[in-house]
């Protein structure tokens, strides 16, 4: 199952892949909904290899998630990779510089069931694909105005 979302942000390229690839902030902000994420690796600088583990609670009961950077090409993109319970997911993060301040975001994200289980949740995210494809492209568009905000700030 592949969901898709897209926005084009009032930023440099380069600004916005800085903020794409700000993972203790992505760390802090799942924290601050109630996950637990810890750092796997010892790598100094960003760049593949890069993991995460981490646990949160999702309809109910307790879920466990190892996630891995896949690829890392600043400032074209990246891709990450996670496994929990029998799901693998991809996520690809693609920035195309349409001009010097404006940058299109694509967010790829791809739902592999392994299990009957996890098949049966991904079989109840295709009833409400609609409704999640327009609430991912709505929390994009929001959080590349954030960017978009910052940008101007620091301009």
């Not at 897209?6 to 909904?33: Q, Y």
């Not at 010892?42 to 999702?58: I, K, Q, R, T, V």
């Not at 994200?109 to 492209?137: C, D, F, H, I, Y």
Request: aromatic residues 6%; proline residues 5%; charged residues 35%.
């Amino acid at each position: 199952m592949k969901f898709v979302a897209k926005d084009d942000i009032e930023a440099p390229i380069d600004f916005v892949f800085a903020e794409v690839s700000d993972f203790d902030a992505f760390e802090r902000a799942a924290t601050r909904r109630g996950a637990r994420v810890r750092r796997e690796d010892d790598l100094a600088a960003p760049g593949p290899g890069m993991c995460w583990s981490g646990d949160f609670e999702l309809r109910g009961r307790r879920r466990e998630v190892k996630i891995t950077l896949a690829e890392y090409d600043p400032p074209n993109g990246m891709r990450l990779e996670a496994e929990s319970a029998g799901l693998h997911s991809e996520c690809r993060v693609e920035l195309i510089a349409l001009s010097p301040q404006r940058t299109r975001l694509k967010l790829h994200l791809e739902l592999k069931p392994q299990t009957l289980s996890a098949r049966l949740l991904v079989q109840s995210l295709k009833l409400a694909k609609g409704n999640m494809t327009k609430r991912m492209n709505l929390k994009v568009a929001d959080w590349g105005a954030g960017v978009a905000q910052k940008a101007r700030r620091r301009a």
